[in-house]
Protein backbone atom coordinates (compact mmCIF):
# COMPACT_ATOMS: atom_id res chain seq x y z
CA UNK A 1 0.00 0.00 0.00
CA UNK A 2 1.28 3.62 -0.77
CA UNK A 3 0.23 7.22 -0.13
CA UNK A 4 2.00 9.16 -2.95
CA UNK A 5 2.48 12.83 -2.24
CA UNK A 6 1.89 15.47 -5.21
CA UNK A 7 5.30 16.20 -6.85
CA UNK A 8 6.34 19.71 -7.16
CA UNK A 9 9.45 21.00 -8.69
CA UNK A 10 12.17 22.97 -6.37
CA UNK A 11 14.50 25.42 -7.17
CA UNK A 12 17.51 24.18 -8.49
CA UNK A 13 19.21 24.57 -5.27
CA UNK A 14 17.12 23.80 -2.60
CA UNK A 15 18.87 26.30 -0.11
CA UNK A 16 17.13 27.09 3.24
CA UNK A 17 18.45 30.43 4.04
CA UNK A 18 18.59 31.07 0.77
CA UNK A 19 15.16 32.07 0.47
CA UNK A 20 14.95 34.36 3.87
CA UNK A 21 17.99 36.06 2.21
CA UNK A 22 15.63 36.83 -0.88
CA UNK A 23 13.18 37.91 1.38
CA UNK A 24 16.03 40.19 3.13
CA UNK A 25 16.79 41.85 0.08
CA UNK A 26 13.42 42.05 -1.24
CA UNK A 27 11.80 43.85 2.21
CA UNK A 28 14.71 44.55 4.61
CA UNK A 29 12.95 46.59 6.57
CA UNK A 30 10.43 44.05 7.95
CA UNK A 31 10.59 42.96 11.07
CA UNK A 32 11.93 39.26 11.15
CA UNK A 33 12.04 38.37 14.48
CA UNK A 34 10.74 39.92 17.92
CA UNK A 35 12.29 38.65 21.59
CA UNK A 36 11.78 40.37 24.81
CA UNK A 37 10.64 43.62 23.20
CA UNK A 38 13.03 43.59 21.03
CA UNK A 39 12.66 43.98 17.33
CA UNK A 40 15.46 43.23 14.38
CA UNK A 41 14.72 43.71 10.67
CA UNK A 42 15.47 40.91 7.88
CA UNK A 43 18.47 42.94 6.59
CA UNK A 44 19.45 43.72 9.98
CA UNK A 45 19.80 39.48 10.91
CA UNK A 46 20.45 38.95 7.76
CA UNK A 47 23.81 41.07 8.40
CA UNK A 48 24.45 39.73 11.93
CA UNK A 49 24.01 36.26 10.33
CA UNK A 50 26.76 36.98 7.69
CA UNK A 51 29.33 38.50 10.27
CA UNK A 52 28.67 34.96 12.29
CA UNK A 53 28.97 33.02 8.66
CA UNK A 54 32.43 34.89 8.36
CA UNK A 55 33.75 34.46 11.68
CA UNK A 56 32.99 30.14 11.07
CA UNK A 57 35.03 30.33 7.97
CA UNK A 58 37.48 32.25 8.75
CA UNK A 59 38.54 29.55 11.18
CA UNK A 60 38.10 26.84 8.35
CA UNK A 61 34.46 25.85 9.58
CA UNK A 62 32.11 25.23 6.27
CA UNK A 63 30.96 22.64 4.38
CA UNK A 64 30.87 19.09 6.54
CA UNK A 65 31.49 21.15 9.84
CA UNK A 66 29.02 20.77 13.10
CA UNK A 67 28.32 23.90 15.08
CA UNK A 68 26.42 23.37 18.46
CA UNK A 69 24.07 25.96 19.80
CA UNK A 70 23.33 25.97 23.12
CA UNK A 71 21.25 29.34 23.65
CA UNK A 72 18.20 30.32 25.20
CA UNK A 73 15.55 31.47 22.72
CA UNK A 74 16.87 35.09 21.64
CA UNK A 75 17.78 37.05 18.45
CA UNK A 76 21.38 35.15 19.22
CA UNK A 77 20.45 31.94 18.46
CA UNK A 78 18.58 32.90 15.04
CA UNK A 79 22.19 34.73 14.26
CA UNK A 80 23.76 31.49 15.22
CA UNK A 81 21.57 29.03 13.28
CA UNK A 82 21.47 31.40 10.64
CA UNK A 83 25.36 32.27 10.55
CA UNK A 84 26.33 28.38 10.78
CA UNK A 85 23.68 27.59 7.44
CA UNK A 86 25.32 30.69 5.65
CA UNK A 87 28.62 29.29 5.98
CA UNK A 88 27.90 25.45 4.95
CA UNK A 89 27.86 23.90 8.09
CA UNK A 90 25.27 22.04 9.90
CA UNK A 91 24.05 23.23 13.37
CA UNK A 92 23.14 21.31 16.37
CA UNK A 93 20.11 22.21 18.68
CA UNK A 94 22.06 21.37 22.67
CA UNK A 95 18.97 22.74 24.69
CA UNK A 96 20.15 24.34 27.61
CA UNK A 97 16.20 23.59 29.43
CA UNK A 98 17.97 19.97 29.94
CA UNK A 99 19.84 18.86 33.03
CA UNK A 100 23.31 18.83 33.00
CA UNK A 101 23.83 14.77 33.13
CA UNK A 102 21.29 15.14 30.09
CA UNK A 103 23.37 17.77 27.84
CA UNK A 104 26.57 15.74 29.18
CA UNK A 105 25.53 12.75 27.32
CA UNK A 106 25.04 14.28 24.33
CA UNK A 107 27.64 15.92 23.94
CA UNK A 108 29.57 12.68 24.16
CA UNK A 109 27.42 11.22 20.98
CA UNK A 110 28.46 14.36 18.24
CA UNK A 111 31.42 13.14 16.10
CA UNK A 112 33.79 15.79 15.34
CA UNK A 113 31.91 18.91 17.10
CA UNK A 114 33.43 22.08 15.38
CA UNK A 115 32.86 24.65 17.70
CA UNK A 116 29.59 25.23 20.19
CA UNK A 117 27.78 28.97 20.23
CA UNK A 118 26.61 29.88 23.90
CA UNK A 119 26.26 32.79 26.29
CA UNK A 120 27.13 33.98 29.37
CA UNK A 121 23.95 31.79 30.98
CA UNK A 122 24.88 28.51 28.99
CA UNK A 123 28.44 28.81 28.58
CA UNK A 124 29.05 26.56 31.42
CA UNK A 125 26.34 23.90 30.87
CA UNK A 126 28.45 22.53 27.71
CA UNK A 127 31.99 23.13 29.31
CA UNK A 128 32.95 20.04 29.46
CA UNK A 129 32.23 19.49 25.69
CA UNK A 130 35.81 18.59 23.74
CA UNK A 131 34.83 21.26 21.25
CA UNK A 132 35.69 25.00 21.70
CA UNK A 133 32.51 26.90 23.13
CA UNK A 134 32.25 30.87 21.77
CA UNK A 135 30.26 32.99 24.08
CA UNK A 136 28.29 35.57 21.46
CA UNK A 137 28.11 38.11 23.95
CA UNK A 138 31.54 38.39 24.19
CA UNK A 139 32.51 37.76 20.50
CA UNK A 140 30.04 41.05 19.40
CA UNK A 141 32.94 43.85 19.24
CA UNK A 142 34.91 41.14 16.71
CA UNK A 143 31.55 40.38 14.96
CA UNK A 144 30.74 43.61 14.32
CA UNK A 145 34.35 44.31 12.25
CA UNK A 146 33.50 41.56 9.68
CA UNK A 147 31.75 42.26 6.25
CA UNK A 148 28.40 42.36 6.37
CA UNK A 149 27.48 40.81 2.91
CA UNK A 150 27.27 36.74 2.65
CA UNK A 151 30.28 34.79 2.45
CA UNK A 152 29.33 33.46 -0.74
CA UNK A 153 29.81 29.71 0.56
CA UNK A 154 28.79 27.67 -2.39
CA UNK A 155 25.66 25.17 -0.72
CA UNK A 156 23.94 22.38 -1.98
CA UNK A 157 20.31 20.72 -1.39
CA UNK A 158 22.45 17.26 -0.46
CA UNK A 159 24.42 19.29 2.40
CA UNK A 160 23.20 18.73 6.12
CA UNK A 161 21.58 21.49 7.28
CA UNK A 162 20.90 20.11 10.72
CA UNK A 163 21.09 17.22 13.20
CA UNK A 164 18.88 16.92 16.15
CA UNK A 165 19.19 13.94 19.06
CA UNK A 166 16.05 11.19 19.37
CA UNK A 167 15.83 8.56 21.71
CA UNK A 168 13.59 6.40 19.98
CA UNK A 169 13.16 3.30 21.40
CA UNK A 170 16.04 2.56 23.54
CA UNK A 171 16.21 6.13 25.57
CA UNK A 172 20.07 6.28 24.03
CA UNK A 173 20.25 9.72 22.26
CA UNK A 174 20.94 9.37 18.75
CA UNK A 175 22.17 11.97 16.37
CA UNK A 176 19.95 11.98 12.48
CA UNK A 177 20.48 14.58 10.56
CA UNK A 178 18.43 16.30 7.76
CA UNK A 179 19.57 17.54 4.59
CA UNK A 180 18.87 21.44 2.91
CA UNK A 181 16.85 19.84 -0.05
CA UNK A 182 14.44 18.09 2.63
CA UNK A 183 14.25 20.51 4.93
CA UNK A 184 13.42 22.98 2.09
CA UNK A 185 10.71 20.59 0.40
CA UNK A 186 9.03 20.67 3.76
CA UNK A 187 8.91 24.40 4.28
CA UNK A 188 7.80 25.00 0.38
CA UNK A 189 5.09 22.10 1.13
CA UNK A 190 3.60 24.09 4.07
CA UNK A 191 4.12 27.52 2.60
CA UNK A 192 1.64 26.24 -0.87
CA UNK A 193 -0.38 23.94 0.88
CA UNK A 194 -1.74 26.57 2.98
CA UNK A 195 -0.76 29.67 1.95
CA UNK A 196 1.84 31.11 4.33
CA UNK A 197 2.95 34.43 3.14
CA UNK A 198 4.70 37.70 4.74
CA UNK A 199 1.47 37.92 7.21
CA UNK A 200 1.79 34.48 8.47
CA UNK A 201 3.50 35.58 11.68
CA UNK A 202 4.45 32.58 13.60
CA UNK A 203 5.68 31.92 18.19
CA UNK A 204 7.74 29.10 19.06
CA UNK A 205 6.36 27.45 22.28
CA UNK A 206 8.29 24.52 22.18
CA UNK A 207 11.98 23.37 23.19
CA UNK A 208 15.17 23.66 21.30
CA UNK A 209 15.83 20.71 21.17
CA UNK A 210 13.04 19.20 19.74
CA UNK A 211 12.88 18.15 15.42
CA UNK A 212 9.66 20.12 15.38
CA UNK A 213 11.31 23.44 16.72
CA UNK A 214 13.89 23.89 13.85
CA UNK A 215 10.69 24.01 11.04
CA UNK A 216 8.85 26.44 13.49
CA UNK A 217 11.87 28.20 14.21
CA UNK A 218 12.81 28.94 10.05
CA UNK A 219 9.17 28.92 8.26
CA UNK A 220 8.05 32.50 9.17
CA UNK A 221 11.72 33.33 8.04
CA UNK A 222 11.38 30.94 4.99
CA UNK A 223 8.14 32.88 3.88
CA UNK A 224 8.80 36.28 4.92
CA UNK A 225 6.57 36.65 7.84
CA UNK A 226 7.78 37.46 11.69
CA UNK A 227 9.18 35.13 14.42
CA UNK A 228 8.22 35.83 17.72
CA UNK A 229 10.39 34.31 20.25
CA UNK A 230 9.44 33.58 23.89
CA UNK A 231 11.83 35.20 26.52
CA UNK A 232 11.63 31.86 28.67
CA UNK A 233 13.85 28.70 28.81
CA UNK A 234 10.90 26.46 29.74
CA UNK A 235 7.25 26.51 28.27
CA UNK A 236 5.30 28.84 30.38
CA UNK A 237 1.24 28.94 29.34
CA UNK A 238 0.70 32.39 30.56
CA UNK A 239 3.46 33.84 28.51
CA UNK A 240 2.34 32.27 25.54
CA UNK A 241 -1.16 33.11 25.43
CA UNK A 242 -0.08 36.82 26.60
CA UNK A 243 2.13 36.72 23.17
CA UNK A 244 -0.84 35.27 21.16
CA UNK A 245 -2.80 37.72 22.48
CA UNK A 246 -1.15 40.84 22.17
CA UNK A 247 0.61 40.03 18.91
CA UNK A 248 -0.54 39.78 15.35
CA UNK A 249 0.37 36.01 15.35
CA UNK A 250 -1.04 33.69 12.76
CA UNK A 251 0.58 30.24 13.18
CA UNK A 252 1.65 28.25 15.64
CA UNK A 253 3.48 24.80 15.45
CA UNK A 254 3.28 22.17 18.92
CA UNK A 255 3.04 19.10 20.64
CA UNK A 256 -0.18 17.79 20.71
CA UNK A 257 0.25 18.07 24.73
CA UNK A 258 0.90 21.96 24.68
CA UNK A 259 -1.84 22.82 22.36
CA UNK A 260 -3.80 20.85 25.19
CA UNK A 261 -2.25 23.48 27.81
CA UNK A 262 -3.33 26.62 25.47
CA UNK A 263 -6.78 25.18 24.96
CA UNK A 264 -7.27 25.04 28.71
CA UNK A 265 -6.19 28.73 29.35
CA UNK A 266 -8.00 30.19 26.50
CA UNK A 267 -11.59 28.17 27.94
CA UNK A 268 -10.26 28.98 31.35
CA UNK A 269 -10.47 32.63 30.44
CA UNK A 270 -12.86 33.15 27.73
CA UNK A 271 -10.44 34.25 25.68
CA UNK A 272 -10.17 34.19 21.37
CA UNK A 273 -5.99 34.63 20.54
CA UNK A 274 -6.49 30.80 19.77
CA UNK A 275 -9.28 31.16 17.69
CA UNK A 276 -7.76 33.80 15.84
CA UNK A 277 -5.10 32.12 14.51
CA UNK A 278 -5.09 30.53 10.91
CA UNK A 279 -3.26 27.57 11.56
CA UNK A 280 -2.29 24.92 14.43
CA UNK A 281 0.44 22.31 13.38
CA UNK A 282 0.64 19.93 15.79
CA UNK A 283 1.34 16.22 16.21
CA UNK A 284 4.21 14.06 17.62
CA UNK A 285 2.05 11.82 20.09
CA UNK A 286 -1.37 10.16 19.64
CA UNK A 287 -4.10 12.73 19.73
CA UNK A 288 -6.71 13.59 22.47
CA UNK A 289 -9.84 14.74 20.41
CA UNK A 290 -11.84 14.92 23.16
CA UNK A 291 -9.37 17.73 24.92
CA UNK A 292 -10.23 19.95 21.41
CA UNK A 293 -13.80 19.03 20.60
CA UNK A 294 -15.40 21.86 22.83
CA UNK A 295 -12.97 24.29 22.32
CA UNK A 296 -12.94 23.81 18.43
CA UNK A 297 -16.83 23.63 17.86
CA UNK A 298 -16.93 27.23 19.16
CA UNK A 299 -19.10 29.51 17.42
CA UNK A 300 -16.39 31.88 15.72
CA UNK A 301 -13.21 29.68 15.73
CA UNK A 302 -11.97 29.50 12.20
CA UNK A 303 -8.36 28.42 13.06
CA UNK A 304 -7.70 25.48 10.94
CA UNK A 305 -6.39 22.73 12.96
CA UNK A 306 -3.79 19.99 11.21
CA UNK A 307 -2.99 16.58 12.94
CA UNK A 308 0.13 15.67 11.65
CA UNK A 309 2.52 12.70 11.81
CA UNK A 310 5.71 12.92 10.95
CA UNK A 311 9.61 11.30 12.87
CA UNK A 312 12.63 13.42 12.93
CA UNK A 313 14.57 11.24 10.62
CA UNK A 314 11.98 12.69 7.76
CA UNK A 315 12.18 16.17 8.38
CA UNK A 316 9.69 16.37 11.05
CA UNK A 317 6.35 16.35 8.98
CA UNK A 318 5.47 13.36 6.07
CA UNK A 319 1.82 13.75 6.56
CA UNK A 320 -1.53 16.54 7.14
CA UNK A 321 -5.00 16.14 8.02
CA UNK A 322 -7.04 19.12 8.72
CA UNK A 323 -8.98 18.04 11.95
CA UNK A 324 -12.28 19.42 10.39
CA UNK A 325 -12.91 16.03 8.83
CA UNK A 326 -12.87 14.01 12.08
CA UNK A 327 -16.05 12.44 13.07
CA UNK A 328 -16.46 10.64 16.02
CA UNK A 329 -18.86 8.20 14.29
CA UNK A 330 -16.75 7.32 11.91
CA UNK A 331 -13.30 7.59 12.49
CA UNK A 332 -12.25 5.32 15.59
CA UNK A 333 -8.88 7.36 15.86
CA UNK A 334 -8.14 10.25 14.27
CA UNK A 335 -6.46 10.01 10.75
CA UNK A 336 -3.04 11.76 10.05
CA UNK A 337 -4.19 12.29 6.42
CA UNK A 338 -1.88 12.59 3.27
CA UNK A 339 1.82 13.18 2.24
CA UNK A 340 3.51 16.54 2.05
CA UNK A 341 4.80 17.40 -1.46
CA UNK A 342 7.37 15.23 -3.04
CA UNK A 343 6.71 12.17 -0.26
CA UNK A 344 5.51 8.70 -0.15
CA UNK A 345 4.14 7.04 2.73
CA UNK A 346 4.45 3.11 2.39
CA UNK A 347 2.79 0.33 4.66
CA UNK A 348 5.13 -3.22 4.45
CA UNK A 349 5.39 -5.95 6.67
CA UNK A 350 7.96 -8.04 8.31
CA UNK A 351 9.63 -8.44 5.55
CA UNK A 352 9.05 -4.66 3.58
CA UNK A 353 6.55 -6.08 1.36
CA UNK A 354 3.00 -4.40 0.62
CA UNK A 355 0.39 -4.68 2.66
CA UNK A 356 -3.14 -4.90 0.94
CA UNK A 357 -5.60 -1.78 1.25
CA UNK A 358 -6.75 -1.30 4.82
CA UNK A 359 -4.33 -4.14 6.17
CA UNK A 360 -1.88 -3.00 9.05
CA UNK A 361 1.53 -2.29 8.06
CA UNK A 362 4.44 -0.46 9.43
CA UNK A 363 4.74 2.97 8.29
CA UNK A 364 8.00 3.78 6.05
CA UNK A 365 8.76 6.70 4.22
CA UNK A 366 10.31 7.65 1.16
CA UNK A 367 10.82 10.74 -0.94
CA UNK A 368 12.85 14.38 -0.31
CA UNK A 369 11.87 13.69 3.46
CA UNK A 370 14.03 11.18 4.05
CA UNK A 371 16.84 12.48 5.70
CA UNK A 372 20.44 11.50 5.73
CA UNK A 373 20.93 9.07 8.42
CA UNK A 374 22.19 8.96 12.22
CA UNK A 375 25.80 10.18 12.50
CA UNK A 376 28.34 8.17 13.80
CA UNK A 377 27.03 5.05 11.22
CA UNK A 378 25.67 2.76 14.12
CA UNK A 379 23.50 -0.22 13.34
CA UNK A 380 20.17 1.50 13.58
CA UNK A 381 21.48 3.03 10.21
CA UNK A 382 19.67 0.02 9.12
CA UNK A 383 16.07 1.31 9.62
CA UNK A 384 17.35 3.55 6.46
CA UNK A 385 17.34 1.12 3.85
CA UNK A 386 15.59 -0.10 -0.19
CA UNK A 387 12.98 -1.52 -1.20
CA UNK A 388 11.87 -2.13 -4.88
CA UNK A 389 8.87 0.15 -6.48
CA UNK A 390 7.99 -0.56 -10.18
CA UNK A 391 10.93 -1.86 -11.44
CA UNK A 392 12.95 1.02 -9.37
CA UNK A 393 14.93 1.22 -5.53
CA UNK A 394 13.59 3.79 -3.57
CA UNK A 395 15.52 4.38 -0.48
CA UNK A 396 12.73 4.51 2.61
CA UNK A 397 12.99 5.12 6.46
CA UNK A 398 11.41 2.20 8.43
CA UNK A 399 9.66 4.27 11.24
CA UNK A 400 8.34 1.82 13.94
CA UNK A 401 5.12 2.35 13.78
CA UNK A 402 2.01 0.88 12.84
CA UNK A 403 -0.56 1.85 10.65
CA UNK A 404 -3.38 1.23 7.60
CA UNK A 405 -4.78 3.10 5.32
CA UNK A 406 -8.84 4.08 5.99
CA UNK A 407 -11.29 4.07 3.26
CA UNK A 408 -10.95 7.59 2.71
CA UNK A 409 -7.38 7.21 1.76
CA UNK A 410 -6.16 8.94 4.98
CA UNK A 411 -3.38 8.00 7.07
CA UNK A 412 -4.02 6.34 10.63
CA UNK A 413 -1.14 5.59 13.06
CA UNK A 414 -1.69 2.64 15.15
CA UNK A 415 1.15 3.04 17.98
CA UNK A 416 4.56 1.70 17.92
CA UNK A 417 5.37 -1.66 16.78
CA UNK A 418 8.35 -2.24 19.90
CA UNK A 419 5.96 -0.06 22.53
CA UNK A 420 3.80 -3.65 22.84
CA UNK A 421 4.17 -5.15 25.81
CA UNK A 422 3.39 -8.78 26.79
CA UNK A 423 0.39 -8.38 29.50
CA UNK A 424 -0.35 -12.19 30.80
CA UNK A 425 1.04 -13.39 27.97
CA UNK A 426 -1.01 -11.34 24.87
CA UNK A 427 1.19 -8.49 23.52
CA UNK A 428 -0.78 -5.06 23.69
CA UNK A 429 -0.47 -1.32 23.22
CA UNK A 430 -0.68 1.07 26.26
CA UNK A 431 -1.84 3.71 23.59
CA UNK A 432 -4.84 1.28 23.04
CA UNK A 433 -5.70 1.66 26.56
CA UNK A 434 -4.84 5.41 26.42
CA UNK A 435 -7.50 6.18 23.78
CA UNK A 436 -10.31 3.92 25.74
CA UNK A 437 -9.89 5.91 28.68
CA UNK A 438 -10.27 8.98 27.23
CA UNK A 439 -13.37 8.05 26.22
CA UNK A 440 -14.76 7.64 29.86
CA UNK A 441 -16.88 10.02 31.78
CA UNK A 442 -15.33 11.81 34.52
CA UNK A 443 -11.61 10.95 32.51
CA UNK A 444 -10.60 14.53 31.43
CA UNK A 445 -7.11 12.79 30.28
CA UNK A 446 -4.92 9.53 30.84
CA UNK A 447 -1.69 8.32 30.45
CA UNK A 448 -0.79 4.85 30.45
CA UNK A 449 2.49 3.55 31.99
CA UNK A 450 4.35 0.15 32.13
CA UNK A 451 5.94 -1.02 35.14
CA UNK A 452 7.92 -4.08 35.57
CA UNK A 453 8.20 -3.50 39.68
CA UNK A 454 6.38 -6.99 40.06
CA UNK A 455 8.67 -8.82 37.65
CA UNK A 456 5.65 -8.51 35.50
CA UNK A 457 5.07 -6.16 32.67
CA UNK A 458 1.78 -4.40 34.43
CA UNK A 459 0.20 -1.65 33.22
CA UNK A 460 -0.35 1.95 35.30
CA UNK A 461 -3.09 4.10 34.40
CA UNK A 462 -2.50 8.12 35.33
CA UNK A 463 -5.86 9.92 34.92
CA UNK A 464 -6.89 13.64 35.31
CA UNK A 465 -10.41 13.67 36.82
CA UNK A 466 -13.10 15.82 34.89
CA UNK A 467 -14.86 16.22 38.05
CA UNK A 468 -14.95 14.27 41.14
CA UNK A 469 -12.37 11.03 41.43
CA UNK A 470 -13.70 8.25 39.82
CA UNK A 471 -14.11 5.45 41.82
CA UNK A 472 -11.50 2.24 40.74
CA UNK A 473 -13.92 -0.22 40.24
CA UNK A 474 -16.41 2.06 38.15
CA UNK A 475 -13.19 2.39 35.76
CA UNK A 476 -12.22 -0.90 35.92
CA UNK A 477 -15.81 -2.19 34.47
CA UNK A 478 -16.37 0.52 31.65
CA UNK A 479 -13.30 -1.03 30.57
CA UNK A 480 -13.88 -4.31 30.79
CA UNK A 481 -17.22 -3.25 28.39
CA UNK A 482 -14.48 -2.31 25.56
CA UNK A 483 -11.27 -4.06 26.35
CA UNK A 484 -10.35 -7.75 27.02
CA UNK A 485 -9.42 -8.21 30.76
CA UNK A 486 -5.20 -8.12 30.12
CA UNK A 487 -5.56 -5.09 28.50
CA UNK A 488 -7.20 -3.17 31.77
CA UNK A 489 -4.84 -1.38 34.25
CA UNK A 490 -3.73 -3.06 37.20
CA UNK A 491 -3.64 0.10 39.13
CA UNK A 492 -5.22 3.62 38.69
CA UNK A 493 -3.85 6.79 39.84
CA UNK A 494 -5.17 9.91 39.82
CA UNK A 495 -3.36 13.07 39.48
CA UNK A 496 -4.03 16.85 39.00
CA UNK A 497 -1.89 17.36 35.79
CA UNK A 498 0.17 15.08 33.25
CA UNK A 499 3.55 16.18 33.35
CA UNK A 500 5.42 17.31 30.22
CA UNK A 501 8.87 16.30 28.64
CA UNK A 502 11.14 19.68 27.21
CA UNK A 503 9.71 18.20 23.91
CA UNK A 504 5.63 19.07 24.72
CA UNK A 505 5.02 15.38 25.01
CA UNK A 506 3.37 13.58 28.35
CA UNK A 507 6.35 12.35 30.52
CA UNK A 508 5.49 9.06 31.44
CA UNK A 509 9.07 8.35 32.64
CA UNK A 510 8.84 10.91 35.47
CA UNK A 511 4.94 9.38 36.24
CA UNK A 512 5.96 6.15 37.03
CA UNK A 513 9.02 7.29 39.20
CA UNK A 514 6.80 9.74 40.81
CA UNK A 515 4.14 6.41 41.54
CA UNK A 516 7.35 4.28 42.77
CA UNK A 517 8.40 7.02 45.13
CA UNK A 518 4.79 7.66 46.37
CA UNK A 519 3.52 4.14 46.57
CA UNK A 520 6.24 1.98 47.19
CA UNK A 521 4.88 -1.35 49.31
CA UNK A 522 1.52 -0.24 49.24
CA UNK A 523 -1.51 -1.40 47.65
CA UNK A 524 -3.87 -0.54 44.70
CA UNK A 525 -3.85 3.50 44.53
CA UNK A 526 -6.37 5.52 43.48
Not at 62 to 90: E, H, M, P, Q
Not at 437 to 454: I, K, N, Q
Not at 491 to 512: E, I, M, Q, T
Request: with cysteine; aromatic share 6%.
Amino acid sequence: MILQGKRVALPAVPVVHKRFEEHAAAAPDAVAVVWNDRRLTYAELDARANRFAHHLVARGIGRGAKVGVCLDYSIDLLVAVLGTLKAGAAYVPFDPAYPAARLGLLLGQVPDLALIAASPATAAMVAPADAEVVDLELLADELAELPATAPGVEVTGDDVCYAVFTSGSTGTPKLTAVRHEGWFNLMNWLTLEYGLHSGSHHLVVSAFGFDLSQRSLMTPLFCGATQHLMASRNFDALLAYRILDRHDIRVVHCASSTLYLLVDWETARGGDALTRLDHILFGGEALKVERLAAWAAREGNDCVLLHQYGVAECTDVATSYDLAGYRPGVHAIPPVGTPAHNTDIHLLDGDLRPVGPGEEGEICVSGLGVGAGYLGNGPENARFTHIEVDGEPRRIYRTGDRGRVDAAGDLVVLGRIDSQVKVRGMRIDPTDVERALARLDGVREAAVGVSYDTGDAELIAFLVPAGAEPAEEELRSALLRDLPRNMVPARFVNVPRLPLSPHGKVDRPALLAAFRGRYAGSGAAT
